[in-house]
């Protein structure tokens, strides 16, 4: 009973981590139908500036530093590269590929800086745990849940209660008729990407720290983990990625906390069993759990 508690607050706390991320994939498809690649390299990009900065700036200033710069990176790479294409989402497919090339380019420089180092933070959790009963928990677990509760939270409050909210749902329901009301659809895009970009690094904070040895250069790929969360929530619901991340979360840290019954599935199951569980449920649910149907007019 001790290793599954354990082995479920792990996978909470990774979900919520995931959330972040995966939320970000969902604000940019909805603002623009674009699947975004960049994400891998926004957080690296982020946690690279938190560990380089700390050390001047302490871990709060760092952190805040990191966020508005990769938000900003971020905003730059669709304004003045995605929007400069065809703005017609029907090309949205065009510019997701184009993301990719980012991506690229971006890792490449960032592996390049980074090398074979091992990057602290300098979070103020270190390697501190607390006891819950019989459970042991690392205190940036518990805080990876506790913020990013809040700042999703938040986001979602953003979404109910902002004009940007407001139109951000306009444009996801109807382009053309979000256009002819007066909606800027390029400002809403760019801060849709801004907000990705803002929670990337934060995440990549949670990603690096304790029990992880450090940021290094294929934190970046761990992004990639939380894309079946949102492809298994459903592409364009908020709601729906958050539960397909702690789905994701909780998969991933079962199928590693009992790898030893599951070792007729192959060493590092764990790895592959968040892809397992999206190829599943999209066998079921093509459009995923909280996805619906599209009536197209033709």
Aim: proline fraction near 4%; glycine fraction near 12%.
């Amino acid at each position: 009973m001790t290793t599954f508690l354990d082995t479920l607050l792990n996978g909470l706390a990774l979900g919520a981590v995931y959330a972040l991320v995966a939320l970000g994939f969902v604000v940019i498809f909805k603002a623009s139908g674009v699947l975004s690649f960049t994400h891998g390299s926004l957080l690296l990009f982020g946690g690279y500036l938190v560990a380089v900065l700390h050390d001047d700036l302490g871990f709060a200033g760092a952190l805040a530093v990191a966020v508005l710069a990769t938000a900003a990176v971020a905003g730059a790479l669709d304004r003045l590269l995605l929007q400069r294409g065809d703005p017609d989402p029907r090309a949205a497919h065009v510019q997701t590929i184009v993301t990719i090339g980012v991506d690229i380019v971006l890792l490449t420089d960032l592996a390049r800086r980074i090398g074979g180092d091992l990057l602290t933070l300098g979070d103020p959790w270190g390697d501190s745990v607390t006891a819950l009963g019989p459970v042991t928990v690392a205190d940036s677990r518990l805080a990876a849940i506790v913020v990013s509760a809040v700042v999703i939270g938040a986001v979602f409050a953003a979404f109910r209660f902002t004009p940007w909210g407001l139109s951000l749902r306009a444009a996801a329901e109807d382009v053309e008729a979000a256009a002819l009301m007066g909606v800027r659809l390029s400002r809403v895009r760019m801060l849709a990407w801004c907000l990705a970009g803002a929670l990337a690094a934060l995440a990549a904070v949670f990603l690096a720290a304790f029990p992880a040895p450090g940021l290094e250069r294929t934190t970046g790929q761990i992004a990639l983990k939380a894309f079946p969360a949102a492809i298994l929530g459903g592409m364009a619901s908020p709601p729906g990625a958050l539960a397909g991340s702690l789905i994701i979360g909780l998969t991933e840290a079962l199928a590693a906390g009992y790898q030893s019954e599951l070792h007729v599935l192959g060493e590092g199951f764990g790895d592959v069993a968040p892809y397992a569980v999206m190829v599943v449920v999209l066998l079921v649910r093509p459009t995923g759990l909280f996805g619906g149907k599209g009536a197209v007019r033709v």
